[in-house]
C-alpha cells in the first residue's frame, strides 16, 4: 500500500466485465473470509455487463473496501456487493455526462462509523485498527478521483455502513 500510494494514479480505461472484477474480488478476501466464517452476496443489475474503467484499479479499490467490510463485521456474517446502473441525477451525482453512471454498493452490518470518522476514513495514515497502516481507503479515494469517480458513505451506529462508488461511463 505504502508503495502504491507513494506513485501518481495512471488510469488505462477499457471496457471490462463486472461480474469477473467482482468475483475476483471475492476470491482475493477468501482468506479474510474464512477466517470470520463469512459470505458475500452479490448481484449485478441484470444488462450490466461491461463497464468502462480501469479494471485492475477498480479491482483493487473494492477489495480495499470490501477487507475494511470484513475488518468491521462480526464473525458468521455477510457483506452484500450490489452493482447497478443509476441516472446521473438520481445518485445525486455531480459527474457529468447524460449517460448512466455506475453504483457499486459495498455494505457491511459491523459497528458503523462515528459522524467524525466518516469525514476522516478517507485521509492518509488515518486508521482505528490496531496495526492498521490508514492507506487502504486513501488508495480507493485516489483510484475514485483518477476514474473522475465519487466515493459516497452513509453508516449508522450498530447497523453497519454502506460505501458507494461511482464510476462515470
Not at 490508514?134 to 473522475?148: C, F, N, P
Request: proline fraction near 5%.
Amino acid at each position: 500500500n505504502i508503495l502504491f500510494f507513494a506513485q501518481p494514479v495512471r488510469v488505462d480505461r477499457r471496457r471490462f466485465r463486472i461480474s469477473r472484477l467482482l468475483r475476483e474480488v471475492e476470491w482475493m478476501a477468501l482468506q479474510s473470509l474464512r477466517q470470520k466464517a463469512m459470505t458475500v452476496h452479490q448481484s449485478v443489475e441484470p444488462g450490466l455487463e461491461e463497464v468502462w474503467g480501469d479494471e485492475m484499479l477498480l479491482s483493487r479499490a473494492v477489495l480495499n473496501v470490501v477487507l475494511n467490510a470484513i475488518q468491521v463485521s462480526p464473525s458468521g456474517g455477510h457483506i452484500e456487493i450490489v452493482c447497478q446502473r443509476v441516472s446521473p441525477q438520481s445518485s445525486g451525482s455531480t459527474l457529468e455526462g447524460e449517460k448512466p453512471n455506475v453504483r457499486i454498493l459495498i455494505r457491511d452490518f459491523g459497528c458503523g462509523i462515528p459522524g467524525e470518522e466518516v469525514t476522516k476514513m478517507f485521509d492518509p495514515f488515518f486508521s482505528k485498527r490496531k496495526g492498521g497502516t490508514g492507506l487502504g481507503l486513501s488508495i480507493v479515494k485516489d483510484i475514485m478521483s483518477a476514474h473522475h469517480g465519487l466515493i459516497d458513505v452513509q453508516s449508522e451506529h450498530g447497523k453497519g455502513t454502506t460505501i458507494c462508488l461511482v464510476l462515470p461511463q
